[in-house]
């Protein structure tokens, strides 16, 4: 019967293949090299969330992304008092210095203004 020898050879050719076991005398494959420097994406996303954590209050946004030679100082816009109606809140501009892997290395608070007037 052609159909039965074509869906058994269809079927041969779907399968994954195995890898032959390792050498054990070979060294392992290295694994391809990666950067160790993060993007500055990755960086904001890691500056709103220790902040958060920290802080308690929820982050607006980033407003500023600067690298230095020992890692990065980012501005988040904080709201540090909702009111109603929302165009009343209190935001904060906070200032957080992260080290080149991340890490939240000091921050502070650098100003405070109403929702809508904006940063001085």
Known sequence: MPGASDRAGSSERNRPRRRPPPDEGAPPEAAPPRSSRLRAPEVARLAL?????LIGRSAEGVTS???????????????????????????????????EAGELLSYRRVERYPRGEGSR
Not at 49 to 53: A, D, I, T, V
């Open 49 to 53: 969330e220790q902040l958060e954590e």
């Open 65 to 99: 992304l600067q690298r230095g030679e020992q890692g990065w100082l980012v501005g988040v816009e904080v709201v540090e008092s909702r009111r109603v109606p929302a165009t009343t809140d209190v935001l904060a501009l906070y200032e957080a210095e992260l080290d």
